[in-house]
């Protein structure tokens, strides 16, 4: 099982790249986001990777980052979205907007994605929406969270932070990330995590 390549990339193409290793050229697809982080042709680059076995092929799917590959797989996890659905998902929205998307139920972003189908968006949201936690620090600190995805301890914790100093968009990264811990709903409790993560 191949899960690491290190070595020097010898082709560039949007959706596969090839990295030599050892003497050996490794065919990876890849979604757009690792196709615009890698180096040039004739650099060292270094992918995470994941490899899916079929009856007929080996395919290896690359990825700069492993977050991006950890979000791969629990796309591939939901029924119907395979390996090559997924690559397409991460090409047609960037990680930390398709988490926020997936978290707050926002099928419309979805759904502009080629492939995906008002079905497939919501099959997403529905097996994806409490299986995230971790993937909060994808989130830009400048990035807010939709009012509607707040509950009111949520809000209630938010109010204090900011009253502390805190700026919103810290604040919200804070408690997500607070929140993806298991800290429970109680606002005392989830208040004190937040305060201690908020930047």
């Known amino acids: 099982m191949i899960a690491h390549l290190h070595g020097i990339l010898i082709e560039k193409h949007p959706n596969e790249v090839i990295v030599e290793c050892g003497g050996v050229g490794y065919a990876l697809s890849v979604p757009v986001s690792t196709f615009t982080a890698l180096p040039d042709l004739q650099q060292e680059a270094r992918v995470h990777v994941y490899t899916a076995v079929r009856e007929d092929a080996i395919v290896l799917y690359g990825f700069v980052t492993r977050d991006e590959k950890s979000l791969f797989e629990r796309l591939i996890t939901v029924s119907g979205i395979g390996p090559k659905l997924a690559v397409t998902i991460l090409s047609g929205m960037a990680a ?104």
């Not at 997936?102 to 008002?118: E, F, H, N």
């Open 96 to 199: 930390p907007d398709l988490v926020v998307a997936i978290r707050t139920g926002d099928t419309a972003r979805l759904v502009r994605i080629p492939g995906v189908g008002k079905k497939t968006a919501e099959r997403i949201v529905l097996e994806l929406k409490e299986k995230l936690q971790g993937f909060e620090a994808l989130v830009p600190a400048g990035l807010s969270v939709p009012r509607a995805s707040l509950s009111p301890v949520d809000e209630d914790v938010l109010s204090a932070l900011v009253n502390l100093g805190c700026a919103r968009p810290a604040a919200e990264a804070a408690l997500l990330k607070a929140k993806s811990l298991g800290e429970g709903a109680g606002f005392e409790a989830l208040f004190r995590k937040a305060l201690e993560l908020v930047r």
